[in-house]
């Protein structure tokens, strides 16, 4: 069964220093996603991205945050300056359309460590 | 915005048992989807079952099913005949009918024991 894929699985990071996270999606989905979930708080979405275009984005993707999908198959996740804030588990989702009953294919997430 | 509340972090049940994990939700909205994620430990979440809220009838799969109270605004969950592999964590999450957010709960830990 197609899964969607993330690395690195741990990053660790200096503060202030610039980190991709990389991700695959399921081949044939459409629409691609990036959570986050910081030690002992809910899962928060951060982007959605349809198109080659973001479609929808929370107060938390701030201009630190961008995302790509530089090619047919990798989404990814740039964070330009590292916060400690930042340090958190981040899990890339993909789905096949929208419409609100569309299933989020969740991704093993990606360790991020800022000291 | 939506606030998804689960009142248990965690909860326990004996293998073969039953157990109903709660979630509620608050909403101005009247068109939108409700989801429960199970999430093994280390593994991808994983999604166990959804609710439409235009739909009457309780979503049902397998062992798992829904009690869906729109006017209460409450979606639990329950697992019947608990297995080992039923032990994760568990979310609950709404997504607008308009939107591509989910916006989950805190989660509960559920552990089955032998």
């Known amino acids: 069964e197609p899964e969607v894929t993330q690395t690195p699985s741990h990053q660790v990071t200096q503060m202030g220093q610039e980190v991709i996270l990389r991700c695959v999606p399921i081949s044939n989905h459409l629409y691609f996603y990036w959570y986050r979930q910081i030690l002992g708080q809910k899962v928060e979405f951060l982007v959605s991205f349809y198109n080659n275009e973001i479609s929808e984005k929370s107060e938390i993707f701030d201009d630190q945050f961008s995302v790509e999908r530089p090619d047919g198959s990798n989404f990814t996740l740039k964070i330009r300056s590292t916060k400690l804030e930042d340090s958190a588990m981040y899990f890339c989702a993909s789905g096949l359309g929208t419409g609100g009953a569309d299933t989020q294919y969740f991704g093993p997430g990606t360790r991020l460590t800022v000291l | ?114």
């Open chain 2, 1 to 114: 915005a939506q606030t998804v509340t689960q009142s248990q972090p965690e909860m326990s049940v004996q293998e073969a048992e039953t157990v109903t994990l709660s979630c509620t939700y608050d909403t101005s909205e009247s068109d939108y989807y409700l989801f429960w994620y199970k999430q093994p430990p280390s593994r991808q979440m994983i999604l166990v079952i959804r609710q439409e809220a235009y739909k009457q009838q309780n979503a049902t799969e397998n062992r798992f099913s829904v009690n869906f109270q729109k006017a209460a605004k409450s979606f639990s969950l329950k697992i019947s005949d608990s297995q080992l592999g039923d032990a994760a964590m568990y979310f609950c999450a709404y997504r607008s009918d308009s939107g591509y957010a989910l916006n989950f709960g805190k989660g509960t830990s559920l552990l089955v024991t032998p």
